[in-house]
């Protein structure tokens, strides 16, 4: 188009030349109005915006494109400075562009075309811009070399300037925000990151290019994440998540995540787009803010919320299983006085103490809670018995005994203890706590420094099996204990084949006590350890008397629970002990009872190896009671079954047990075992398992268990 203009102003120039020539010719005048008409039409209609310049820069006329370009008539341009009339141009970088410096000037300056200059006109009134490029081209009238006009030619490029701006800003956001973001292509391969990507990843470009997103997903998303995202960026435009991310060198971390899809113009996916951030220091707060919402900021300990949330959720389970639980309330006995008196820094450290010292002794399936000023609530789930709770309620209150050193004072404190039993005195958490308060508060008014069920029943139940406990540890150092001797005879001589050790209490106050009714209590609380050893020193220190003193005792069969037999130090105490007291291996025999193989663990089998190995004799006592598999039997290193009492004291009139007993015969036999019988109190008992063809017998028919310096040995010798 400006090489048309050009061509046009070319050729009115020759006819202003021509003019005086023409002067006198009508026809020449004709022409030349025919042509200043094409030019002025020419001037008006094209569509390119088109001004002249004098030489000192005032606008000399415009055409129409030009008055739209600039928004303006043309009356207020014509006649001023192009730079008056109401526009700041400007240069790209948005200065000032001085009016020497503007192309038409330049051109006008140096007599030659200056062209493709942008120039931004401000329009101050609309308050808008205006982006031009402009061609500034000089004209001369013939013979002169100073121009005696300018030609500009704008071009509107308004738009393009602003969708190269919005550009600009899209790459210095990208590169600037503090979002990671990653493109990737339309097969998911990393095809951009920004710095932000990198500052949170610790990943470069170099590290990523044309590696999967999926290099970027920590392995512990779970699969739903990705099922999520490949569905979620399939059906919409724009997918949010949670996304565990992989960093470079640290932890993985979680990240806020927005993937947008790319389309292109034939609607296919071009490119996806990830946002993220780093939301550790967010989901911190968070978990902190959801940790307060369920505990108790001084101790850290559960809630009351919580605790009935998980007290109503354990009842659920229990109901179903048909499991025993209990609430324990505790309450810290005069907690008034220690705070009015040291003040509360002081009592909130003693309420610090007091939960770490419940905490150390539930189990980690209890749920320990502070459940208002110095009461705390302890909730057991699935109980064994009902006196369970008792046990840890006494242990509590122990721990309360030691003296709480805060602050430099020295503070002595006592609990008391109310229990309720569920499904006993409440089926549901407000009735368990509501009861276990109330016996509490009957704890208190016994003195407080002890403990109450809900049901007084229980209580001194539970009482007295904890006295009994604390007085049965001490039976060792009292030496309380005393070993009683059974003989065990071969029926057909009837001759002494070996002996039983049979323990038994001499209570303080009660008197002898059998060992049904401690040595259960003795399991349970882990002392049997400590008893079965003794007895086994013991009889151990017996037997070797009796050798020496040349009595003919074979065996000497000494009772081991499988609370002991399972610990792993077992064979190596009986070793020991052997080796300490010198007797023989071969002497010794172990009657243990089905519930120890019941594990049939490798280590068991082992045990009793290396047992038998040595020498040492093993009997499964018991036989025929309790739980025992029989595969077993083919695996273990057994001599001996002995026949529970039950089925003997009444194998003549009973004929489930005769049955029972000629099957055990006809088993131990099978497997090449030696088969004694417990409880054989008469001849017709004595005589009958005898043509059962029963190997050995003991019972009172030939002695109960006595001290050891019975004659009866001798006679039975
Ligand atoms: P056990 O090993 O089956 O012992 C036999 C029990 O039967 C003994 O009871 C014995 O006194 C009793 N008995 C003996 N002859 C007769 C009889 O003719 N008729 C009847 N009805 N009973 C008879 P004891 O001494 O009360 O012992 C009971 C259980 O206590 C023993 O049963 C044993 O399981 C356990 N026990 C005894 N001493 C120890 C020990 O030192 N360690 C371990 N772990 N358990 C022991
Ligand atoms: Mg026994």
Redesign the pocket.
């Known amino acids: 188009m400006f090489e048309k203009l050009k061509l046009d102003f070319g050729l009115l120039g020759s006819l202003f030349l021509m003019m005086p020539q023409l002067t006198n010719s009508k026809l020449a005048i004709n022409t030349l109005r025919i042509s200043e008409a094409k030019y002025c039409s020419l001037f008006e209609n094209i569509d390119q915006s088109v001004i002249y310049l004098d030489t000192n820069g005032i606008v000399m006329s415009v055409n129409q494109a030009a008055e739209q370009l600039l928004s303006l008539p043309r009356d207020k341009i014509i006649g001023r400075k192009f730079v008056d009339s109401c526009f700041n141009v400007i240069k790209e970088d948005g200065s000032v562009f001085p009016e020497d410096e503007q192309p038409s000037m330049q051109a006008l300056r140096m007599g030659k075309p200056v062209e493709n200059v942008v120039m931004g006109l401000f329009n101050a009134e609309r308050q808008s811009y205006t982006w031009v490029t402009v061609h500034s081209v000089p004209e001369f009238r013939t013979g002169e070399h100073q121009p005696h006009q300018v030609l500009m030619t704008l071009s509107d490029i308004t738009r393009q300037k602003q969708s190269e701006g919005k550009l600009n800003m899209a790459s210095v956001i990208f590169n600037n925000i503090g979002e990671g973001i990653f493109i990737t292509d339309k097969d998911k391969k990393i095809i951009s990151i920004n710095q932000g990507f990198t500052t949170i990843t610790g990943f470069t470009q170099e590290d990523v290019y044309g590696k999967s997103a999926h290099f970027l997903y920590a392995k512990k998303n779970k699969q739903t994440i990705y099922d999520e995202l490949n569905n979620g960026t399939k059906t919409v435009n724009n997918w949010q998540g949670e996304v565990w991310r992989r960093h470079k060198m640290n932890l993985d971390f979680p990240s806020w995540t927005t993937v947008s899809k790319i389309q292109n113009s034939s609607d296919n996916v071009a490119h996806y787009v990830h946002v993220f951030i780093d939301i550790t220091h967010f989901k911190k707060t968070q978990d902190h803010l959801g940790f307060l919402a369920y505990h108790d900021p001084l101790t850290k300990l559960p809630n009351r919320l919580l605790l009935k949330d998980r007290i109503d959720h354990s009842l659920q389970n229990a109901r179903r299983e048909d499991l025993q639980a209990a609430v324990l309330f505790l309450d810290l006995d005069r907690f008034k006085n220690i705070n009015d008196s040291y003040g509360h820094a002081v009592g909130d450290g003693l309420l610090k103490e007091a939960a770490k010292r419940i905490k150390n002794l539930v189990r980690k399936e209890d749920t320990v809670s502070r459940y208002a000023g110095d009461e705390f609530v302890v909730f057991m789930e699935n109980i064994p018995d009902a006196k369970n709770p008792a046990k840890l309620a006494q242990k509590l209150i122990n721990t309360f005994n030691a003296p709480v050193y805060i602050k430099g004072y020295r503070l002595k404190i006592s609990i008391s203890v109310g229990i309720s039993l569920f499904p006993q005195n409440g089926k549901d958490t407000d009735t368990l706590i509501k009861n276990a308060d109330t016996a509490m508060y009957r704890a208190k008014k016994e003195g407080r420094n002890n403990f109450q069920y809900y049901s007084l029943e229980l209580t001194t139940e539970a009482s007295k099996k904890m006295s009994t406990e604390s007085a049965l540890r001490q039976s060792l150092e009292r030496h309380e204990l005393v070993?009683?001797y059974?003989p065990q005879v071969c029926l057909k001589t009837g001759k002494l084949v070996g002996v039983?050790?049979?323990?038994?209490w001499m209570h303080p106050t009660q008197g002898m006590m059998?060992?049904?009714q401690f040595?259960p209590l003795a399991e349970e609380s882990g002392f049997?350890v400590a008893?079965?050893e003794w007895?086994l020193q013991n009889t151990c220190i017996q037997m070797r008397r009796w050798l020496d003193e040349g009595l003919n005792v074979n065996k000497i069969a000494?009772?081991?629970?499988a609370v002991?037999f399972l610990r792993s130090d077992f064979v190596a105490t009986v070793e020991r002990i052997l080796h300490s007291t010198g007797l023989t291996p071969s002497y010794l025999q172990l009657?243990l009872?089905g519930d120890s193989f019941m594990d049939n663990s490798e280590q068991t089998i082992k045990a009793l190896s290396r047992l038998a190995s040595a020498g040492i004799d093993l009997t499964i006592?018991?036989f025929g009671v309790g739980c025992f598999s029989f595969n077993n039997l083919k695996r273990i290193p057994v001599k001996k079954l002995?026949i529970?009492?039950s089925f003997i004291?009444d194998v003549l009139n009973n004929t489930d047990n005769e049955d029972i007993t000629r099957a055990v015969i006809a088993l131990g036999h099978g497997l090449h075992l030696q088969v004694i019988a417990?409880?054989?109190?008469s001849k017709a008992q004595q005589n009958f398992l005898m043509d059962l063809g029963c190997d050995q017998g003991?019972?009172?028919?030939y002695s109960?268990?006595v001290l050891p310096w019975s004659s009866i040995f001798q006679q039975l010798i």
């Open positions: 070993l009683y059974q039983e050790s049979l323990v038994r059998p060992p049904k040595i049997i008893l079965g007895v000494v009772n081991v629970s002991q009657e009872t006592d018991d002995k529970n009492s004291v417990m409880g054989i109190e003991q019972g009172y028919l109960s268990p």
